[in-house]
C-alpha cells in the first residue's frame, strides 16, 4: 500500500535551497573579514618585555571618520614647510580617513586653495599629537606600508615640545623614518642646532633582499633614553646615536619631550618633483602608533624590536 506524508512545515528546507545559502553565506562571510582587521586589533596591543604602555593609536574608528581629535591635529596649508613642498595639507577625509582598522593618507593630484589662500596642484595630509600628546624617552613605534614613486615623501617622525619658544633646530628633530621613492631603503635622521638643513646626522638602511617597504607592513621604531637613541626597522637596528655622534662645537637637544608627525609630502627640497613616472593617488597605510616607557624589568642590552612578535600581516 502506498503512503503520502503531509509536507513539512519546518522552516529549515527552505533556507537550504542553495541560492540561498549561497547568499546567506556570502554575507556573512563579507561582513566578518570587513570586521576582522578591527576585531583583531580591538585586543590589547602586546607590549613588548621591559616596556609599558603610555599612549597609542589603534585606528580601529569607523570607516571614513577622522583621525580621533583627542589624539590628533593637522597642520594645513601649502606653505611648503621649509622643503619647497608641492602639496597643500588638509584634514579632508578624501586626504586623511580611518579605514578597516588603518589610518589612510592619500596624497591626490588636483589643484587645491586653502585657507592660507596657497594653490597648489597637490592634496595630502600631517597629522601630530602637538598640544595633545608628548613624552621624553622612550619606545615610539609604528607599523606602516608606505607609498613610493619620484617625489613621494612619506615620514614618521617627532618634534621637540618647545618647538614654539625654541624655534626648529633648537627644539630638535628624530626622524624615525623617511622614504623618498626607493622601495628598499628607509633613513633615519637627527637635526638640532649646527647638525641641521644639508648637515643631519643621517643613516640610510636597506631592506633585505626580497622585501620592500611598499608590498608589506613594516615596523618601524625608535628606543631614546639620556644620551643614547637607537633606530629599527623590524627586527634590523638601523644606526646607534649618542652626543659623540654630534659635530665638534654642537650639543644634544634630546632631553625634553617630544610630538609625533604623520606626513606625506610631495615634492620638496630632498626627493625632487614628482614626474611622468609618478602615479596618483598615493597611499601611506598606517596600522597602529604606540609609545612606551621603560620598566623596571627592561634589559640593558637587548634591542627590544627583534624581541617583539611580529604582527598579523
Known amino acids: 500500500m502506498t503512503t503520502t506524508e503531509p509536507p513539512s512545515t519546518h522552516p529549515i528546507p527552505a533556507l537550504r535551497r542553495p541560492g540561498n545559502v549561497r547568499t546567506l553565506t ?6 566578518l573579514l570587513a570586521a576582522l582587521p578591527a576585531i583583531l586589533k580591538a585586543q590589547s596591543p602586546s607590549t613588548p618585555p621591559g616596556w609599558a604602555l603610555t599612549w597609542s593609536d589603534e585606528f580601529n574608528g569607523p570607516n571614513g571618520s577622522s583621525p580621533d ?12 614647510y621649509g622643503n619647497h613642498e608641492l602639496e597643500s595639507y588638509t584634514n579632508r577625509p578624501d586626504n586623511v580617513r580611518q579605514q578597516d582598522g588603518h589610518l589612510l593618507i592619500t596624497a591626490l593630484k588636483e589643484t587645491h586653495t586653502g585657507p592660507d589662500g596657497i594653490t597648489r596642484h597637490y592634496t595630502s595630509a600631517r597629522i601630530l599629537t602637538k598640544g595633545l600628546f608628548s613624552q621624553p624617552y622612550g619606545r615610539f613605534e609604528a607599523r606602516i606600508k608606505l607609498p613610493t614613486g619620484k617625489g613621494i615623501w612619506p615620514a614618521f617622525w617627532l618634534l621637540g615640545s618647545n618647538i614654539d ?64 637613541i637607537k633606530f629599527f626597522i623590524d627586527d634590523h637596528l638601523i644606526t646607534h646615536r649618542t652626543p659623540a655622534d654630534l659635530p665638534p662645537g654642537t650639543h644634544w637637544v634630546f632631553d625634553h619631550p617630544f610630538f ?18 609618478t602615479t ?24 627590544i624590536a627583534a624581541a617583539t612578535p611580529k604582527p598579523l600581516q
Open 26 to 31: 556570502h554575507a556573512c562571510l563579507a561582513l
Open 69 to 80: 581629535p583627542a589624539k590628533w591635529t593637522y597642520d594645513i596649508g601649502g606653505g611648503g
Open 260 to 277: 609625533i608627525i604623520l606626513n606625506l609630502a610631495t615634492g620638496g627640497s630632498w626627493p625632487g618633483n614628482p614626474d611622468q613616472t
Open 165 to 228: 619658544s625654541d624655534p626648529w633646530p633648537k627644539s630638535g628633530e628624530i626622524d624615525i623614518m623617511e622614504n623618498i621613492g626607493n622601495p628598499t631603503e628607509v633613513h633615519s635622521t637627527l637635526h638640532g642646532p649646527g647638525y641641521s638643513g644639508g648637515n643631519p646626522i643621517t643613516a640610510k638602511f636597506t631592506l633585505p633582499t626580497g622585501e620592500a617597504v611598499n608590498t608589506a607592513f613594516h615596523l618601524y621604531s625608535v628606543e631614546w633614553t639620556p644620551n643614547d
Open 280 to 303: 596618483f593617488p598615493q597611499q601611506m597605510v598606517v596600522d597602529y602608533v604606540r609609545v612606551y616607557k621603560p620598566n623596571q624589568t627592561k634589559p640593558s642590552q637587548t634591542p
